[in-house]
């Protein structure tokens, strides 16, 4: 089976929720119909999304293969007092994953992005093996740009099942996308939100975000204010419907039962006309981390 057919394309994203929370919105965004949870080894939340997963087992909800559980390796890197992790320490903080999830397996295993210069290459032969001996179903990268998938032509290895990546009108990247589409890379859009007067909007939540962009988000004659209007949808709704009519999968990450449930039950088509205005929207770089566009590393 390939990632394409395999992976749900609405998952809840986890970042920035914490153990409780994610245990909560874990077995909740379940009930809703949601397949598809999204951690981290870094958002420190894996333990929650095990209770999660365990409790919506035991209750029948679900069986273990009716999921698709993704988490990530942090590559480490000196920007963050880290030393790049080898070879073997990604097989160590795999092993500290799967302990923490409690689950014999994950389906999407991903290096969280390309910050390790000097051992990228060995991190991605690391994850290869993994696949092959089938802890994980899929392996892949993110915040990973052309440069970086390059590198592994040039060493003559597999490429990645998926490049999760930060995607929505206003951060569009035209040329990695065609890229990751040529080369047969499944995308996964994170922060498909990023435009919403509620992205982010806790003490706290940090980002690149700036001012400008907060209020042309909140002003009335935004362009996803209007097509919300149009297609008697919420604005939400637009943003994740941009993502799902361009084939990308998307991961929203909510605190609120209401808000998972909208993120997941719609159903309506962005004519061609609103998808070519939604076009003109790009504005360039990631704004998710508040370090840097993860992008632009090399
Ligand atoms: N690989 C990476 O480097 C990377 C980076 C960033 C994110 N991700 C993944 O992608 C996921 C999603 O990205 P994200 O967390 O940046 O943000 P997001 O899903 O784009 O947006 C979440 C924000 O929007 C609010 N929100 C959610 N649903 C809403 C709705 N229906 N109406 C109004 N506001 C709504 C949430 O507030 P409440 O929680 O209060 O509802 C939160 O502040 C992450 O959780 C993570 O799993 C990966």
């Known amino acids: 089976m390939t990632i394409h057919t395999a992976i749900p394309n609405i998952g809840l994203g986890t970042y920035m929720m914490s153990p409780d929370e994610a245990e909560k919105m874990t077995y909740e965004a379940i009930k809703v119909g949601y397949r598809h949870i999204d951690t981290a080894e870094v958002y420190r939340n894996e333990k929650g999304v095990a209770e999660g997963i365990k409790k919506a087992i035991s209750n029948n909800i679900v069986k273990r293969s009716d999921l698709f559980i993704t988490t990530k390796v942090f590559p480490g890197s000196e920007r963050w007092g880290q030393s790049q992790k080898t070879y073997q320490d990604v097989v160590e903080a795999f092993n500290k994953s799967l302990e923490r999830l409690e689950l014999s397996y994950v389906d999407l295993y991903l290096i969280h992005s390309a910050h390790a210069d000097q051992t990228r290459v060995e991190q991605w032969k690391a994850l290869i093996d993994l696949k092959q001996e089938e802890y994980i179903k899929f392996a892949g990268v993110a915040n990973w740009n052309i440069n970086h998938l390059q590198e592994l032509k040039e060493n003559n290895l597999l490429l990645p099942d998926t490049n999760q990546i930060e995607l929505h009108p206003w951060t569009q990247q035209p040329e990695l996308v065609s890229y990751l589409k040529e080369n047969k890379i499944h995308i996964i859009a994170y922060s498909s939100l990023v435009p919403l007067s509620t992205w982010r ?12 962009m907060d209020a042309e988000g909140s002003s009335d ?26 084939n990308y999968a998307v991961l929203p990450k909510t605190i609120k039962i209401s808000r998972l449930k909208e993120n997941f039950n719609f159903s309506f088509l962005i004519d061609d006309d609103d998808m070519s205005l939604i076009k003109n929207e790009n504005k360039g770089g990631g704004i998710t981390w508040e370090w840097g566009d993860p992008l632009l590393v090399d």
Do not use: H, I, M, P
């Not at 909007?201 to 400008?212: C, F, M, Q, R």
């Open 221 to 246: 004659d935004s362009l996803f204010k209007s097509l919300a209007n149009k297609y008697n949808v919420k604005e939400s709704q637009v943003l994740l419907q941009w993502a799902l009519q361009n």
């Open 201 to 212: 909007s806790k003490e706290g939540e940090n980002s690149l975000k700036t001012s400008k």
